[in-house]
């Protein structure tokens, strides 16, 4: 089968640099931070403290003794790091995590050094020239670097979330190829829109071969029964599922977790994976703060947490519809956008953002088109009520005190 080119952040390095410099010249990419001591709900910049509305952390847990005490317990029995290619001999933190991991998620799982080598490592090995891949095109960066790497593999980039271009390709591909796997993002980290589950759901059910890999890095935790995220909170007993989560973000400590409908899977992956064999180990002080979080997620007050930061979404995007805010997504996650469109004007507004005590991100090329910049900002549980009140009130004035427009609220 004939390969077709993924276009996807692979852009020329120069348009890259050219827009990654207009960021930090305009001080809002490549910013380091000047705090002596984190909180999480400040962070200092240039000895100026913020309110911090850009951070992953979304439940707060990095900030949670029960994850300090991890680490501490981890490095006081096996030091900084454990030196050894994983490929010889891990370090028993690894089977002690993955065990849980499995519990947590009633599925086998892998450990992986990040996310990120989790796909490079399941992906080309479980993905043959027999199958075919149809990935979204705003599926994270990481995705398509991974599918990259594939030899011999027809590969089609859809548009996003478009359930009837996807539906129209899974029926031409089926009839050459053995199985057909759709590779999508389970939450946006852009935009804070998920994957059409229900709809995905039909396709399963119409498509024996279709497959679906789903990276839910920003859903991992705060989201699903014991934080398992949403893809496999939708499909709990799917056996065409595999997911990527994150054990940073949310989850507060470092690396992935690849998650497989069966044991055989894993171990392939486990025995041929390319990042498995050759890639350096999590090291012993996150792997103790990664089993404590897990741990954590499966006590009866993780709940609660979910429920707090659940509060706080809800009210960011009650305030913003209120004040006419267009949030580029309205649902249910922690991941808000505004588009600007002229950079300049997503400039003007973090740096009003800035001046006003908040600190929110910036959306740009090659994250989004050229023309669809704004400011994304995120809500976590380290934001208080009167933050998030206080942050939605410096957003509204500013859009109506500068000359900044905010532009259509269609997420395509």
Known sequence: MPRTEVRAPAHHVESIQDSVRKGVD???????????????????????????????????????????????????????????????????????????????????????????????????????????????????????????????VHIEALRHNDMAELDAAITRLSTRAARVWYVVDGLYSMHGDFAPYDELQGLLDKHPQLSLYVDDAHATSWLGKHGRGSALEHFPNCDRLLVALSLNKAFSAAGGAIVYPNAEMRQQVRECGGPMLFSGPVQPPMLGAALASAKLHMAPEFDALQQQLMERIDLMNTLCEHAGIPLVSRERSPIFFVRCGPLEDTFRLLHGLREAGFFACVGMFPAVPHDKSGPRFTVSTHNTREDVHAFVDALTTLARTSDVKFLDATVH
Do not use: W
């Open 26 to 152: 305009a001080g809002v990419l490549l910013q380091r931070s000047t705090d002596d001591v984190y909180n999480g709900r400040f962070v200092d910049i240039e000895g100026h403290p913020l309110r911090n509305f850009g951070g992953c952390s979304y439940l707060g847990l990095d900030q949670r003794a029960e994850l300090r005490e991890g680490a501490i317990d981890a490095t006081r029995r096996f030091g900084t790091q454990f030196s050894f290619s994983r490929a010889y001999l891990e370090s028993p933190l690894y089977h002690a995590l993955e065990e849980q991991l499995s519990e947590l998620t009633e599925r086998p799982v892998l450990v992986s050094p990040t996310t990120s080598l989790g796909h490079l490592a399941t992906l080309p090995t479980l993905i043959t020239p027999r199958d075919a891949v149809l990935v979204d095109r705003s599926a994270h960066a990481s995705i398509h670097m991974a599918l990259a790497v594939l030899k011999g």
